[in-house]
């Protein structure tokens, strides 16, 4: 029997309809979302990124302030326009695209952003309260995966979970919010020695490796709960698809929920940054 599939999409859409009614009681309180984004360089999927950020925000009714910057910019240059966007009370969230380029320190860049406008959560200070369970902004994959759980009424407690991947942006503040939650976690990666040991046991499998179909059936427990982050872009030999770190049509017959590349984890990404822009302003706001 196939998985019932996590629809991130469906999910997305309803939040957003929510969104927009929680933005229209701000702004006619004189207290607009707004949300300022700056990318630098000119790499394919960033822009992608940044365009479908900046339309959903427009489509919710929040402020939107896109910068665009050459790759070979000075850090200082960007370093200066943080400064006047913290002190912009017009902007309640600010984001820098990553990855940047070589040239720049990235930690000293996201240190550089407000932590209360830092609705990335990357910034040493909201990584910390996040760490302490009183996070006040949490990273928009990890956030939008939670939400998925919620909906679908997957209950953690006391649930082994696996997060295959360690990075600040995913991994990391995945596996804090598990353990918030009240799952027994463990975090793979590319040291980890018998990977399929440890994910065979998993009632929860997030995979966040960024390698094409890299989880497959043979490593999920039967009835596991398996989300997808990754997006890969499979070669034009193997017809220049979307897919994602997991064999989704091989797996969706061993898992209980699983979602799907593209319509999953994605969508609701771009959902929870409006939502944290949204909570940066109802907190401006005093509410």
């Not at 179909?213 to 017809?239: C, H, Q, S, W, Y």
Request: charged letters at 20%; hydrophobic letters at 45%; one cysteine or more.
């Amino acid at each position: 029997m196939s998985a019932q599939l996590i629809d991130g999409k469906t999910l997305a859409e309803e939040l957003r309809a929510a969104f927009k009614t929680r933005v229209a009681a701000l702004t006619a309180r004189n207290h607009r979302p707004g949300l300022a984004v700056i990318l630098v360089g000119e790499d394919p999927a960033s822009q992608v990124y940044v365009r479908n950020k900046v339309n959903a925000c427009e489509a919710a009714g929040i402020f939107s302030q896109k910068r665009v910057y050459p790759a070979d910019v000075a850090q200082a240059v960007i370093l200066a326009k943080l400064a006047e966007l913290n002190a912009d009370p017009k902007i309640h969230g600010i984001l820098v695209q990553l990855p940047l380029p070589r040239h720049f320190d990235e930690k000293a860049v996201l240190e550089a952003i407000a932590p209360e406008k830092d609705v990335d959560g990357f910034h040493a200070e909201n990584v910390g309260a996040l760490a302490q369970g009183n996070a006040r902004f949490i990273p928009c994959t990890p956030y939008g995966v939670m939400k998925m759980f919620e909906a679908n009424g997957v209950d953690l407690a006391g649930k082994e979970a696996v997060v295959i991947g360690r990075s600040n942006i995913v991994g990391k503040p995945m596996a804090l919010l598990l353990i918030n939650a009240g799952a027994t976690v463990t975090v793979c990666h590319s040291k980890t020695r018998d990977l399929a040991a440890h994910t065979r046991r998993a009632d929860i499998l997030v995979a966040a490796v960024g390698k094409p179909r890299f989880v497959t059936a043979g490593m999920v427990k039967p009835g596991a709960v398996v989300i997808d982050v990754g997006i890969n872009r499979l070669p034009p030999e193997e017809g220049g698809k979307l897919c994602g770190d997991v064999d989704f049509e091989a797996v969706k017959e061993v898992a209980s929920l699983i979602t799907p590349v593209p319509g999953g984890v994605g969508p609701m990404t771009i959902a929870m940054l409006l939502a944290n822009t949204i909570e940066a302003a109802e907190r401006e706001a005093g509410q």
